[in-house]
């Protein structure tokens, strides 16, 4: 008795984290083929492809997460609340329009989803595949999980390069030479 | 019995307790530049190498390959050279201790050689799931410890580190493409036969990549560095594989 008990109880811990790997990767497999029909739908414009693609990915994103995170801790606490907010804006933009810009290079490839796993507390990542016609690139989704449960993408590392590390490192050294000010106006903008 | 509630109790709180403010652990801090003693060289480099891709390779001659060549011959003629790549990639996987992958190596060398039509087409990743290897003797340096060292920008072939430039330069030992003197296998009877078809197969696979190039160079606040990070961390994933 006392041996089916601990395997009953110790089944149910496994398999109800189980649940939540299966249903964020189902999630992300079921989102990937929403991406794909909007990317192909020919009959609207690249603009109103972009707006239905921002619908799709912003809930699955914490986009305010992951500019606080390539900013830094010590430089965002520094920053006073309205100095935030527009950091906030201009970063939400500048990720929104550079992810949206990379989905609509792959419009015809596949990607393929391994199972998601919970790596340690309130972390999880996903392995994916992007394939090409001649290459199977790796494309790693991060989520963590948020105060209201849901689990939402932190950063992505396409092809080993994560977003928020690179940013990370790219405006740490623009802030060495630049007010914050001159950083954000050229973050607004297309620098090169 | 309590014992089993209370160990599970335990584990359950650990792997489920909040904490919120470690995110910024999993990140490197940039508290100073990387040791890059050839950087005013590498931006120069850098810098001319997208004045070339910008302004000539992709307006024009990329352009002009494009409509003589469509996307799937171009695949195609990738596809062919990575095939001959077999030698290098095989005896890269032999040098890291991946048997297994090296084998499959092997099966898609003659897969792809054969049904493949000397490597034009990948039958073996389409029919039969066998993917390929990327695999070179920089990832092998850097699979036994061996560091980048400092980074080198290359007019037209783009950002290494020093460690990936003579781990290339030892690959061509084994590369078919690179002519040889010494070796049986040559794609070429000459040196500069090579040196053309060299400059072909690079052409061929920029242009495949071009649009890619253009959308991530848009995430750039400053090239040089953001090109030179973005390499280093994909060299590492590739170690790493």
């Not at chain 2, 048997?99 to 039969?128: H, K």
């Not at chain 2, 580190?161 to 078919?176: E, M, Q, S, V, Y």
């Not at chain 2, 000459?190 to 920029?206: D, L």
């Not at chain 2, 560095?225 to 280093?232: K, M, S, T």
Request: charged content about 25%; glycine content about 6%; overall charge neutral.
């Amino acid at each position: 008795m006392k041996s089916f008990l601990f395997i009953f109880i110790f089944g149910l811990f496994f398999s109800l984290h189980a649940g939540v790997e299966e249903s964020v990767t189902t999630m992300m497999a079921n989102n990937s083929q929403k991406v794909t029909s909007i990317l192909k739908d020919k009959g609207i414009s690249k603009t109103k492809q972009d707006v239905e693609l921002i619908k799709l990915v912003d809930p699955l994103f914490d986009f305010k997460l992951m500019g606080t995170l390539c900013l830094g801790k010590a430089t965002y606490t520094a920053l006073n609340e309205d100095q935030k907010a527009k950091f906030h804006t201009v970063f939400n933009k500048k990720i929104k329009n550079s992810y949206t810009g990379k989905l609509h290079l792959y419009t015809d490839e596949k990607l393929e989803f391994e199972k998601a796993k919970i790596v340690k507390d309130k972390r999880m990542i996903l392995q994916s595949y992007l394939i090409t016609k001649t290459e199977k690139k790796s494309v790693v989704y991060k989520f963590y999980e948020a105060d209201d449960k849901r689990w939402l993408i932190y950063d992505v590392d396409i092809f080993g390069v994560s977003i928020v590390q690179t940013y990370r490192n790219q405006f740490a050294a623009a802030l060495k030479t630049k007010s914050f000010e001159q950083f954000l106006s050229e973050l607004n903008t297309d620098a090169i | 019995m309590r014992l089993v509630f209370l160990f599970l109790i335990v584990v359950n709180l650990s792997l489920f307790a909040a904490d919120a403010d470690d995110f910024n652990d999993e990140f490197v801090e940039l508290k100073r530049e990387p040791f890059d003693p050839l950087s005013g060289y590498n931006r120069v480099v850098t810098n001319f190498n997208d004045y070339v891709f910008m302004h000539i390779l992709d307006p024009y001659l990329f352009k002009g390959y494009e409509y003589v060549a469509p996307e799937v011959v171009r695949s195609s003629i990738k596809s062919f050279f990575d095939n001959l790549k077999f030698p290098v990639t095989f005896v890269n996987n032999l040098l890291q201790l991946k048997f297994q992958r090296a084998w499959i190596d092997v099966e898609r060398f003659g897969v792809n050689s054969t049904v493949g039509l000397f490597g034009f087409f990948d039958p073996a990743t389409t029919w039969l799931g066998l993917s390929k290897s990327n695999e070179d003797f920089g990832q092998t340096l850097g699979y036994y410890g061996v560091g980048g060292g400092f980074p080198i920008a290359l007019p037209f072939l783009g950002q290494y580190n020093l460690r990936d430039l003579a781990g290339g330069l030892i690959d061509t030992a084994a590369d078919p493409v690179y002519y040889q003197d010494y070796r049986q296998y040559n794609l070429s009877d000459n040196m500069y036969e090579s040196w053309g078809i060299i400059a072909y197969k690079n052409f061929n696979e920029a242009s495949l990549r071009a649009n890619e190039y253009k959308e991530f160079r848009k995430d750039a606040l400053d090239l040089y560095p953001f090109i030179r990070d973005a390499y280093e961390q994909n060299r590492e994933m590739l170690i790493k594989e």
